[in-house]
């Protein structure tokens, strides 16, 4: 079926250091988004993305949060600055419509 | 908010035998919810098993079923007969839109465990 790629596929930073998560959606999806998952917890929607334009977010979307995709490349979630409680493992996913497909996750580890 | 719950933890069934893996859900929308459930097999990413988008209908996939019953709010997934090859991680998850630009709400996970 259709791959989502994420890179990387860890990342271990320092707590206050920037940190750029990067999605290859599927080529002719339109709809983009990130979902967070905490350990032993549930995966949970951030933001998606549509048009250049973050159409919704959440409350864990935090103002800290951004996200871009220029010029058709990779979707991108940036974190500056990061916080502990930033990690978790992050699921990128794509759409053209209602079936959302997911790349396998970056792990981030904010010390 | 909209919430789903699914049965907690892990589930271990002997190869051959029947499984049922409950989810119910909440939805605040007026109108009633698209229904999925979402597997991930050790080492892979999150794959869609089957969904579901209009009540009383029945979704089917690689053996399994599930049938989204509007008046229980249940989407509960069924196999007659597992394979160790079905030892995965399941989620039942829901959105309140059909098309693109929706956003999904997962349960906590399921993780079966098929013996031989």
């Known amino acids: 079926g259709p791959k989502v790629l994420q890179i990387p596929s860890h990342q271990i930073i320092d707590m206050g250091q920037m940190v750029t998560l990067n999605c290859d959606p599927v080529?002719?999806?339109?709809?983009f988004y990130w979902y967070k998952q905490i350990l032993g917890q549930q995966m949970e929607f951030l933001v998606n993305?549509?048009?250049?334009?973050?159409?919704?977010k959440s409350k864990l979307f935090k103002d800290q949060f951004s996200v871009e995709r220029p010029d058709g490349s990779y979707f991108t979630l940036k974190i500056q600055p990061t916080a502990l409680e930033d990690s978790a493992v992050y699921f990128c996913?794509?759409?053209?419509?209602?079936?959302?497909?997911f790349g396998p996750g970056t792990r981030l580890l904010v010390l | 908010g909209d919430s789903v719950t699914q049965t907690e933890g892990q589930v271990t069934v002997s190869e051959s035998k029947s499984l049922i893996i409950n989810c119910t859900y909440s939805a605040t929308s007026i109108g009633y919810p698209n229904l999925f459930w979402y597997v991930r097999y050790p080492g892979e990413g999150l794959q869609l098993l089957l969904k579901v988008i209009t009540a009383g209908q029945k979704g089917s996939s690689r053996g399994f079923e599930a049938t989204y019953n509007k008046e229980a709010t249940s989407f509960h997934l069924q196999k007659a007969s597992v394979q160790e090859s079905d030892s995965a991680v399941y989620y039942c998850a829901l959105s309140l839109s059909t098309g693109g630009n929706n956003k999904l709400t997962f349960g906590q996970g399921t993780v079966l465990s098929v013996i031989p």
């Open positions: 993305f549509y048009n250049g334009k973050v159409m919704e």
């Open positions: 080529s002719n999806h339109l709809y």
């Open positions: 996913a794509s759409s053209l419509q209602d079936t959302q497909y």
